[in-house]
């Protein structure tokens, strides 16, 4: 048989038994029950919703659930006479049970309607009154939206109006109305009794989806029958008139008492009543209380923290709670079933005791796992609550034997227990072990639903917490990949970074910075900043950054440079614009060649006098504006002035004036500091003291070092092939006087190769040679012809491709690029340790 309905009436009685409800029957109303999933299809089907709506349960499940009910609050108008009293006209027919099935309603529903049902044969026994069809059923119905991590979207309670009708007339007088409505379960005598008896009216589930909808139910309103203004008749499993007569016969010997001018009798229900409402009052409030307390931020610590602490004192004295170790990282959602194997991280323990008495035996940050005769383990690999009355000795051995040379039984011994588990989706997250002390009334089966539906609760939370998480992390490491490994030392220069994420909208951003190694022993020094937040502004920025140290690599003067990205950012979108700032840093003519996209201007710090100054630089429209032109400038730098640039993250912040921010920055950026590190902290101290800045920020420092004059060789030889020999020579005898003999025999080598093939391929031009000792030693030769030479595979036989081939062989890097007047062959050799 259908538990929904079994336990609607008690087992042989009524409806439920199949037979006809008679005379001694007459308190037996046959109760149908549905539930309506997520998609709005019936996955419950009551008999008794069999009998009422006449369509047996194989062809109702499955089906829409709006195809089967009353959906419609209206009745015909021809039904005056339909047994909902003389003020049925007054109170309207309501919202119709459709709003419910479309979840419409986030709060209980009940009304009444009629429904035309196939083939409906009387089973009531009673006779329909005159005018009825036999086909046409008047429901009175009660739609609870539940909520969850089950599959269930709705519980539909309904009853027959015609028998409800003849029973009452065949108890009393005729009654003032018939209507649906909701209470407080404590609003009627043996209040207690009907919140355990609850599930019996329910569909089969287990206890655990059973305990959540009776939590619901209890919260948003019990199920009554109002017959008149003041009597109300709970919807119970012995549902029926004998309460209501029992009622009216109370309130009858209280008239007569007062009458007589007598005390009114006592209800030995009362007591209870206030004592049961009460507590379910609190228990609620409880409930409200935790939700507005957790939850109150995306961060996983503080949201673990806010779980913890939300249940101590007021509903346990400890509170441990143990996560999954996907979810402490920050990972993806855990998969599959835990078993003993699954390692658990103890992440919170909030306790009553004496400071201290828990923090050695369970420290937070342990992971261990839990073995199967453990009520953990049951726990969590049923997501359903274990409550444990009293930890009894065995018991307790049984669960300090997981704890290696710690006796945890005094902890734990004669106290009650209660394990909820903290799932979403289905899927379990990690558990809670509540503990009350010995002299603390135990956990009880109230509780077990309290604390079932504060686990639900603080398992969405910690999930939303734990997905933002990891979304975050996901974003970091995909900026974190984007954003370069500069090397501390250029030729000539010396960089430092520092990137620091947002902490108000979100740690992932669009700013970066850059540098780029160019012909020359010059360095491109790049900021940039994507406009807006998230992922799509950090794969934006990767884009043009991948652009600018291509177009970098291609030796781009500034202006062209930006002109460029600026066509390609129109071209990827129009919905992303991006400022940057690009310097390129020429350490042998001691100059900055800049040009700038919307971005804030740099400061140069002399290194003479201490003084500090925002550089003006046109300041251009930002990349993907398109059609506006960019502009460069030429400054003047001498050895140890340093050149700061950041992204707008640093300086603008909310209500204060740009100028004061910027001069700030030029404050601060002219601060001595024992190290260009430091010099980096020293400006995020000054300009961002308290954190909890809005935006990311990007921040570029380099010290402009130069290369002294002494450090640089240069030679022309005009267009004969006997050249290629006076190039070794002056090569040699250069690197003898700056004490880098060891390195003559290759660098001759190599520059006769890149000689001899300049002065066969040049149109006229003579070929120019440089040496330029820094941190390497490079050798670049420079000609009139515009084709760049390759990389050839040269045979036993060919005269070609071998120069090229012992460059690249014994060079520790060589390249070639595009000059004004032709193109620049190079290459570098490492310098002897001294």
């Known amino acids: 048989m259908d538990r929904g309905t079994d336990r609607g009436t008690p087992p042989g009685r009524g409806a439920d038994s199949g037979t006809s409800a008679g005379p001694a029957d007459a308190g037996r109303v046959p109760l149908a029950v549905v539930v309506v999933d997520r998609d709005g299809l019936v996955s419950h089907w009551s008999s008794g919703a069999r009998r009422l709506f006449g369509v047996p349960k194989d062809e109702a499940i499955g ?46 529903a009940a009304g009444r309607a009629r429904l035309t049902v196939p ?36 519980l539909v309670l309904a009853a027959d109006a015609r028998a409800l009708y003849h029973r009452e007339q065949t108890d009393g007088p005729l009654v003032e109305r018939i209507a649906p409505g909701f209470a407080l379960h404590t609003d009627f005598p043996g209040a207690a009794d009907l919140a355990r008896r609850l599930p019996e009216i329910l569909p089969s589930m287990s206890v655990g989806e059973s305990a959540r909808i009776v939590g619901q139910v209890l919260e948003l309103g019990y199920p009554v029958l109002e017959f008149s203004q003041n009597d109300r008749v709970p919807v119970t499993p012995d549902w029926g008139v004998a309460r209501r007569a029992e009622r009216r016969a109370r309130r009858e010997r209280a008239a007569r008492a007062a009458a007589e001018g007598l005390p009114a009798p006592e209800d030995p229900d009362d007591e209870g009543e206030d004592l049961e409402h009460a507590a379910v009052r609190e228990r609620l409030e409880f409930l409200n209380e935790v939700s507005g307390r957790i ?51 103890r992440v919170a323990v909030e306790h009553t005791d004496e400071p201290g008495r828990w923090d050695d035996v369970v420290p937070v940050g342990e992971a261990m796992p839990f073995p199967a005769h453990t009520p953990f383990f049951r726990c969590m690999t049923t997501g359903e609550p274990v409550l444990v009355p009293r930890v009894d000795e065995r018991m307790g051995h049984a669960i300090a034997s997981q704890f290696e040379k710690r006796d945890i039984r005094p902890l734990i011994t004669g106290r009650s227990l209660l394990v909820v ?34 686990a639900a609760r603080a398992g969405l939370v910690l999930d939303n917490a734990r997905m933002y998480t990891y979304q975050e992390s996901v974003a970091e490491a995909l900026q974190d990949s984007m954003l370069p490994r500069i090397p501390p030392r ?96 020429d350490p042998v003519a001691g100059e900055l060649h800049l040009a700038n996209a919307g971005h804030i201007p740099p400061v140069l710090v002399r290194a003479g006098d201490g003084r500090s100054e925002l550089l003006d630089l046109p300041t251009g429209a930002p990349i993907g504006v398109g059609g506006v032109p960019f502009e460069a400038v030429h400054v003047r730098v001498g050895p140890g002035d340093r050149l700061v640039m950041c992204t707008d993250g640093l300086v603008e912040v909310r209500g204060e004036d740009i ?14 500091a024992a190290s260009m590190d430091d010099a980096c902290d020293t400006i995020i101290r000054a300009l961002n003291p308290r954190g909890g800045r809005k935006d990311d920020v990007a921040l570029l420092m380099a010290r402009l070092n130069g290369i002294a004059p002494g450090d640089v060789a240069e030679w022309t030889f005009p267009l004969d092939p006997r050249e290629a020999a006076r190039a070794r020579a002056v090569v040699r005898e250069q690197l003898h006087d700056w004490g880098l003999s060891d390195l003559a025999y290759p660098a001759e080598l190599m520059v006769c190769e890149l000689v001899t093939n300049a002065l066969r391929h040049s149109h006229g031009r003579p070929v120019a040679l440089r040496l330029v000792r820094g941190d390497t030693l490079l050798c670049e030769v420079d000609d009139d012809d515009h084709e760049l030479p390759t990389l050839l595979s040269a045979g036993p036989g060919d005269e070609a491709g071998r120069g090229l081939r012992v460059v690249s062989t014994l060079a520790r890097e060589w390249g070639t690029s595009r000059t004004a007047d032709g193109k620049s062959v190079r290459f570098e050799l490492t310098l002897p340790r001294r």
């Open 421 to 454: 588990p903290l799932k979403a989706r289905d899927v379990v997250l990690g558990f809670m072990i509540l503990l009350r002390h010995p002299e603390r009334a135990e956990f009880d089966d109230m509780d077990r639903v309290t604390g079932a539906e504060l």
């Open 119 to 154: 083939e409906r044969r009387s089973e009531t026994g009673v006779p329909p009154p005159a005018g009825w069809e036999r086909d046409r059923v008047d429901v009175l119905w009660w739609a609870y939206p539940l909520v969850g991590p089950g599959r269930e979207r709705l």
């Open 490 to 585: 250029r030729a000539g220069c010396d960089i430092a970074t520092r990137y620091l994420p947002g902490t108000l909208l979100g740690r992932v951003g669009g700013d970066w910075f850059d540098s780029v190694k160019l012909p020359g022993a010059r360095t491109a020094l790049v900021v940039g900043d994507v406009m807006g937040h998230g992922l799509d502004s950090a794969a934006m920025m990767g884009q043009l950054r991948t652009a600018v140290q291509t177009m970098a690599a291609l030796d781009l003067p500034p202006a062209q440079l930006l002109r460029n990205l600026d066509d390609l950012a129109q071209r990827l979108g129009d919905t992303y614009l991006a400022t940057c700032l690009y310097a390129v840093y």
């Open 295 to 345: 939850g109150t931020s995306l961060d996983l610590s503080r949201t673990i923290a806010e779980v913890s602490r939300a249940v101590v004192p007021r509903f346990t004295d400890v509170a441990g709670t143990y996560l999954r170790e996907q979810v402490v990282a920050g990972e993806g959602f855990p998969e599959g079933v835990p078993d003993t194997t699954t390692l658990w991280h």
């Open 659 to 672: 100028g004061v921010r910027l001069a700030a920055l030029c404050e601060s950026a002219a601060h001595p």
């Open 63 to 108: 089906q829409d659930a709006i195809d089967l009910l009353p959906v419609s609050g209206a009745l015909p108008e021809d039904d005056e006479d339909l047994p909902y009293g003389e003020d049925a006209a007054a109170d309207g027919p309501g919202p119709g049970l459709g709003d419910s099935l479309d979840g419409g309603f986030g709060y209980p």
